[in-house]
């Protein structure tokens, strides 16, 4: 089995994905994208009953982003857009609201714990961060009903839970992990050379068998 590369966890809006792009561009990553098999559209119903349905969705999310982990696990070339460590976020926040019942985080954390035995870290873990505010904006601009629905108060929850996420993921896997966090609050980074470069330069350093797109050692 080989090793992801790198895991890019941020929550919503974050701006995890332009990330995931740009080093896929830039340094030659193959992208497995956050993906979610829901034949019974569990998220949809979630969004019009959290209590019926947080439970079987949250499970179907995180089976499905195990099996994700070990699809990239058997290459050596794989960037992963979210994974079953932010999928635990979501899950303890739920349980927090009272989305789940006792019985239910129960059965989701042995089905987690059994599932994380078989999980390698990954060669670098990426840590997008943004202030609130920004997220909120992103929101509205994309303009998705759904995410507007949930309503700031959800974000803010979601935003809170995600806020100790670094120290989280050092208790779960219990080893030397090398993490790099990125502040994305500011629009124009994408747009903005030396920001982009500076950001490749430090990831750069866990991968120094990489080039950049444009043919120089970072």
């Given at each position: ?42 998220l949809g119903r ?153 950001f490749l330069g ?17």
């Amino acid at each position: 089995m080989g090793q992801i590369q790198i895991i890019v966890e941020g929550m919503t809006a974050s701006g995890k994905s332009t990330i995931v792009s740009l080093l896929s561009e830039r340094l030659g990553f193959d992208i497995m994208p956050e993906e979610f098999r829901d034949p019974l559209d569990l998220l949809g119903r979630f969004h019009y009953d959290h209590q019926k349905w947080a439970f079987p969705m949250q499970l179907n999310f995180l089976v499905t982003r195990f099996a994700q982990y070990l699809c990239a696990s058997e290459g050596d070339n794989y960037i992963l857009d979210r994974s079953i460590f932010g999928d635990k976020v979501y899950a303890m926040l739920y349980y927090k609201d009272r989305f789940f019942r006792d019985s239910q985080l129960g059965c989701y954390l042995t089905l987690y714990d059994s599932l994380l035995r078989y999980v390698k870290a990954p060669r670098l873990f990426v840590i997008v961060r943004c202030e609130f505010g920004e997220i909120m904006r992103r929101i509205h601009d994309r303009g998705r009903q759904d995410e507007i629905d949930a309503g700031e108060s959800y974000w803010r929850g979601l935003y809170d839970a995600y806020m100790p996420f670094l120290d989280f993921v050092k208790s779960e896997l219990k080893g030397d992990i090398n993490f790099l966090e990125l502040e994305l609050s500011d629009p124009a980074f994408i747009h903005t050379p030396s920001m982009v470069d500076d950001f490749l330069g430090q990831v750069s350093e866990y991968f120094p068998e990489r080039r950049t797109a444009n043919g120089h050692e970072d």
